[in-house]
DNA sequence: CAAACCGGTTTGTATTACAAACTCAGTGTA
DNA sequence: TACACTGAGTTTGTAATACAAACCGGTTTG
């Protein structure tokens, strides 16, 4: 039988589903503003914005804000820490999933 | 580029580390009690008791009590709605997954 | 100059996951 | 008979989330 104990060890951080989309997008363009992210990941602006803080707190990704003609951009990037724990989550829901097909 | 909003439509219920073990084992062994639960699992009892509960009230599992020799023995079992829902995860979370890779 | 808009952030609330404390039956054991 | 002790769960208290609604500072539009 398969070590169903390290189930409960998933990066929380990662796992939530709404952070989860933030993170495949920013893996999937590599850098992102506030809009694009709204619209690929559907969350709503509050949420996107304290989810990406948390990231940011977590070192997983970095928000940098500028100006556009006068117009605030932020652009969120994913950071090598954050790729390495997006690369060991799915490593780890990988096995979840073979765990699950026996 | 892949639909990032449907990872926030994952069923929290399953998508929960500990009940996803939860399901997982029963979903191999078809059958288990208390104590093989907590072990496979890594929960302790009161998480496993709750998670439980949880389950049970949603309909994914069931919960027998009976008595063997005078001790109380509780056996959970997966229902057919909960094999239905942790299949449901399964393609769900597959494809998210897939969508990581890229 | 006021109203709407853009790009976010803060706040309030309801849910939750967790562990510690509790319960209650049976089992030594003195 | 009394008295810890264990085993099998459940209840409770608390701290952490996730979520949406309200807010906010600048900017454009009417």
């Avoid at 992210?37 to 804000?65: F, P």
């Avoid at 090598?80 to 060991?88: C, D, E, I, M, S």
Wanted: net charge neutral; proline share 4%; charged share 30%.
């Amino acid at each position: 039988m398969s070590d169903f104990e390290a189930f409960p060890e998933l990066d929380r951080l990662v796992h939530e589903p709404g952070r989860l989309a933030i993170a495949a997008v920013l893996n999937a363009v590599d850098q992102a503003d506030f809009l694009f992210l709204l619209k690929q990941t559907g969350l709503t602006r509050g949420n996107l914005s304290s989810h990406t803080a948390k990231l940011e707190a977590a070192g997983y990704i970095d928000i940098e804000k500028t100006f556009v003609e006068k117009v605030p951009r932020t652009v969120y990037r994913l950071t090598p820490a954050g790729q390495k724990a997006l690369n060991r989550y799915r490593r780890h829901m990988r096995k979840v999933l073979e765990a699950l097909e026996d």
